[in-house]
């Protein structure tokens, strides 16, 4: 959510800010707005509610030019969307700042400067910053130190970027708690919240570290750590290209990104498994070390993450290896108990999830054995943070409802539970079974992509429909709940997931004629139980949309079943998770919704 852009070149940065601007859509955002240093010192600032587009249409009718400048787009937080809210925020013509985070004691700060003669025009806590920083200004000039005495005021997380008039050849930056990049260019730097902006312009990059203040100029780039000594922070690579955010012949970036998966899938066991073994040495030197000490294993992730670590479960405790998943928002507010020998394994797409990372620094204290982390973004606090790191290789992902990030996470917890179960004595053939199941994945995706036009057509039944229900067993129970969140996220039906056991102990209420049940029949020891649970929806005349196994045999009145063929018994989750994405998108098409960026929501959430 939020997103920061910012150059200093010897060329006009209007153009640089906003296709920056526009490629961070992606993470959500309800204004945008930018600052730019003219050649006369004066800060031009323009701001607009909704998308970037709006914001192209004013700067079209405006003349704004220069070498230096500032840009956001901004998720709402405090204060509803509108002009006077959207950053950049000024404090009159002295500086100009632009904020990711939450400052928790902008209401003490504001009432402080409300005292000192201060107007405030917004209900942000960012324009507490930017008179935090005039008030300094106004005491010393010196921009680095303006900032540095503004942070040491800040509670809360922050990542700033902050532009003067009366400097023409410096941008200050600062992070604590939430991601900011720099671009090393020629004679230009940049700096952004996300290096997807900046692909255009640079593959190289530094990744501030927590604390870090930096001056940006158009020949160096200096840093400061925490206690105000300078650093050196490395300059790494890039390995995206910026032709990744184009959306090729598909009508939405959600839609292109379903149909990736095969890839990307093929792309995360790439090096992993060969020849029917696992390639442990592949997860790093580090991790056959955690992996040989691991006796339990915590979880901890959020949204579709979370669902990625509930279906790993199953597969660890069949294995033999004890695991508990746990929302991070609610983890770390509450004493947790350790086992020894304890894993902590976080799952991210982003990698910068901001209740996750702050559970995985309060693990550092609570006695755990290590951390791994499983992730899409090799250049994250997440990974950077965490002893091991095992990449999904997803490759960006646009759409807000994550699709390819989720089916990649499945992948690899597979190949985090083939390491550890071998050590709880699988034999060599069954892992070269279950090893040859995940080989076996790729194309097994491709075949249920081809069921496309068939979901289409039942999405047709959801067209009026204003709730769902969708059920599930064993590890198909998170895959329901993922199918419900999906649906839910991009078409605004209000959906929920239940076990298909509890119908009876509750959810039945709700079914009746107008609500259809969405269920995933897999060829597994639940199955009878399952049709069982089935015949009470029936019994209640709700319309059931079942995806079933080409085994399975149906004995129903009155339902839709769509046959997927060729699943493996280990992956049959990361199947049937398939035509719970396309149900979601042709749903939402037919609803007339946003597919890529619904209301209310972000890419990643960096904020508590």
Not at 289 to 295: G, S
Request: net charge negative; proline share 4%; hydrophobic share 40%.
């Amino acid at each position: 959510m939020c997103g920061i852009v910012g150059a200093i070149a010897q060329r006009e940065v209007m153009p640089i800010l906003m296709e920056g601007l526009r490629r961070l859509e992606y993470r959500g955002y309800d204004s945008a707005g930018l600052a730019i240093r003219d050649e006369n010192g004066h800060l031009q600032r323009i701001r607009s509610v909704g998308k970037v587009a709006a914001l192209q249409q004013l700067l079209d009718t405006a003349s704004v030019s220069g070498n230096l400048g500032i840009a956001h787009t901004r998720w709402a937080t405090h204060g509803m969307p509108a002009e006077r809210n959207a950053h950049p925020h000024m404090s009159g013509e002295k500086v100009a700042v632009v904020h990711n985070g939450i400052i928790e004691n902008h209401s003490e700060l504001r009432e402080e400067l409300s005292r000192q003669g201060y107007r405030f025009s917004s209900e942000t806590d960012t324009e507490v910053i930017a008179h935090l920083l005039g008030s300094l200004l106004d005491q010393d000039p010196d921009l680095l130190r303006a900032v540095r005495g503004t942070i040491s005021r800040l509670v809360g997380a922050y990542a700033l970027a902050v532009a003067s008039p009366d400097d023409s050849d410096r941008l200050v930056v600062a992070r604590a708690g939430s991601p900011l990049v720099i671009g090393i260019g020629i004679e230009e730097n940049f700096i952004a919240s996300d290096v997807f902006a900046l692909l255009p312009v640079t593959q190289s990059f530094m990744f501030l570290e927590e604390g870090d203040i930096a001056e940006i100029r158009r020949d160096r780039v200096t840093v400061y750590d925490i206690e105000g000594n300078p650093i050196e922070r490395s300059v790494r690579a890039s390995q995206l290209a910026a032709s990744t955010a184009d959306k090729g012949p598909y009508s939405h970036y959600m839609l292109k990104e379903i149909y990736e998966q095969p890839g990307v899938i093929a792309e995360t066991l790439e090096g992993r498994i060969h020849k029917g073994r696992l390639l442990e040495a592949s997860f790093g030197h580090e991790a056959k070390q955690l992996f040989d000490q691991t006796n339990n294993v915590h979880i901890i992730a959020c949204g579709t993450s979370y669902h990625a670590g509930l279906v790993a479960r199953y597969w660890l405790e069949d294995a033999g290896i004890p695991c508990s998943v746990e929302v991070a928002s609610e983890y770390r507010y509450r004493k947790v108990v350790v086992p020894p020998g304890t894993l902590f394994l976080t799952i991210s797409q982003s990698g910068e999830t901001a209740d996750t990372l702050a559970a995985l620094r309060a693990s550092n204290s609570a006695g755990y054995l290590g951390s791994l982390t499983v992730c899409n973004v090799p250049e994250s606090s997440l990974v950077r943070e965490s002893n091991v790191a095992l990449m999904t290789r997803a490759g960006p992902e646009i759409g807000v409802a994550s699709t390819k990030a989720f089916t990649t996470q499945l992948v690899a917890l597979r190949l985090v539970t083939l390491a550890l179960a071998r050590r709880r004595g699988q034999t060599a053939a069954e892992q070269k079974r279950l090893v040859d199941e995940l080989h076996a994945l790729p194309r097994q995706i491709e075949v249920a992509l081809q069921m496309s036009d068939n979901v289409k057509e039942m999405a047709n039944a959801f067209a009026e429909k204003q709730h769902a229900l969708f059920l599930g067993r064993g590890p198909f129970y998170p895959i329901a709940m993922e199918g419900a969140l999906k649906l839910k996220e991009i078409s605004y039906i209000h959906a929920e997931a239940y076990p298909a056991g509890e119908l009876k102990h509750g959810p039945l209420a709700l079914v009746d004629e107008d609500m259809p049940v969405i269920c995933a029949l897999p060829d597994d020891p639940l199955l009878e139980k399952v049709l069982s649970n089935l015949q009470e929806v029936r019994a209640r005349n709700g319309e059931l949309f079942l995806f079933s196994d080409q085994k399975v045999k149906i004995d129903l009145d009155r339902y839709q079943n769509l046959t997927l063929d060729d699943i493996c018994p280990s992956t049959a989750p990361i199947v049937y998770t398939i035509p719970l994405q396309l149900l979601a998108y042709h749903v939402a098409i037919l609803k007339g919704t946003d597919v890529d960026q619904p209301r209310n929501l972000a890419k990643s959430v960096t904020v508590e």
